[in-house]
């Protein structure tokens, strides 16, 4: 039973550029959490926003949450060559379970 | 930091043969998780297991059985693999947080990616 859906599916950008990231969800949720991973290699947490929080910085990302539309996005400033991955939305209610999306694919080029 | 490790990154079987993969974390997490990532599909959830000889099925257990003798070692068995079991395979761990305390960040492990012939 997936539950989030990111949007795009693939993004392809230059160094520099900023890129967007959107995860839509279907149920109630506790927080949602950004994970990224590299070709071939397992996934590395990279933030958490709880659903009573609204927005969240880390570094040059930024997570944004509605719950009211049921969406979050993630946004990368400046981008780099080596932010090249694939990037999962995941969430969870009420158990130590998550439930990840399908990813969106982001290509940086230098 | 946390360091999840998996036996191997690399695994070619047969149909039909008894399949085991390993999982070990160093944090004394009390929960485990096996997944399955293919093209399309995401992580999808195998098993998942909250103490030492408790487990709990996913979305997707059928063929496949887990083990959790010790804390730290989580063990996914496909009892007769198939050639649809050809995936990558993800363990993480994360701490217990428990009902209504919502989710805690989970711990990758480097995966393995199986293929069965």
């Known amino acids: 039973s997936q539950q989030g859906e990111e949007d795009p599916q693939a993004l392809s950008i230059q160094e520099g550029e900023n890129a967007t990231m959107n995860c839509s969800y279907k149920?109630?949720?506790?927080?949602l959490q950004w994970y990224r991973q590299n070709s071939g290699r397992g996934l590395v947490h990279l933030i958490l926003?709880?659903?009573?929080?609204r927005e969240k910085h880390s570094g040059r990302l930024r997570v944004t949450l509605d719950t009211s539309k049921k969406s979050s996005s993630l946004l990368i400033t400046a981008s780099r060559a080596a932010d090249t991955a694939s990037y999962f939305c995941?969430?969870?209610?009420?158990?130590?379970?998550?439930?990840f999306g399908t990813g969106t694919r982001l290509q940086v080029f230098p | 930091d946390v360091k999840v490790t998996q036996s191997s990154r690399y695994l070619v079987k047969r149909t039909g043969e008894k399949v085991f993969l390993e999982c070990v974390q160093d944090?004394?997490?009390?929960?485990m998780f096996w997944y399955r990532q293919d093209p399309g599909l995401g992580l999808r959830l195998i098993y998942f297991?909250?103490?030492?000889?408790?487990?709990e099925k996913g979305d997707i257990p059928e063929g496949y059985s887990v083990s959790r003798e010790k804390k730290e070692r989580f063990s996914l068995i496909l009892e007769s693999a198939s050639t649809n079991q050809t995936s990558m395979y993800l363990c993480?761990?994360?701490?217990?947080?428990?009902?209504?305390?919502?989710?805690?960040?989970?711990?990758f492990g480097p995966g393995t990616r199986l293929l069965v012939l």
């Open positions: 993480a761990s994360s701490l217990l947080r428990g009902r209504a305390r919502g989710q805690e960040t989970q711990y």
């Open positions: 149920t109630s949720i506790n927080n």
């Open positions: 926003i709880r659903s009573n929080e």
């Open positions: 995941a969430t969870g209610f009420n158990t130590d379970k998550l439930i």
């Open positions: 944090m004394d997490h009390e929960n």
């Open positions: 297991s909250y103490d030492v000889k408790m487990k």
